[in-house]
């Protein structure tokens, strides 16, 4: 099991960065597949970026690429997501989820797919 925690939301302006943190206790977050997706007011949640546990694979929503990246330190069971550029649209609850096996590409950008989650931090970009 895994219960991941996310840091880093707040309220930034337009074009400035934030960092967002996923972190776990339980040293097999290391070894999961970490997804990180946001929910708009009214709108679904949707999904951002994804990392297979080595890092070897990223996986990026064609909205932020170019913009965020994604990295962890599993020596601090920890996934990274750092978010440059925020533009208005980026505002929304972001909620990172881990994933036990990632056997097929495809299957890192479905939120239902992922086992466990985080409650979800803020992030709020003015214009």
């Known amino acids: 099991q895994a219960h991941p925690v996310e840091s880093g939301g707040g309220l930034v302006q337009a074009g400035n960065s934030l960092r967002l943190s996923c972190a776990a206790s339980e040293p097999s977050f290391s070894s999961y597949a970490v997804g990180w997706f946001r929910q708009a007011p009214g709108k679904e949640r949707e999904f951002v970026s994804a990392i297979t546990w080595s890092g070897g694979n990223t996986y990026y929503a064609d909205a932020v690429k170019g913009r965020f990246t994604i990295s962890r330190d599993n020596t601090k069971n920890t996934v990274f997501l750092q978010m440059n550029s925020l533009k208005p649209e980026d505002t929304a609850v972001y909620f990172c989820?881990?994933?036990?096996?990632?056997?097929?590409?495809?299957?890192?950008?479905?939120?239902?797919?992922?086992?466990?989650w985080g409650r979800g931090t803020q992030v709020t970009v003015s214009s």
């Open positions: 989820a881990a994933k036990r096996v990632l056997r097929l590409s495809r299957d890192a950008y479905e939120p239902g797919l992922y086992d466990y």
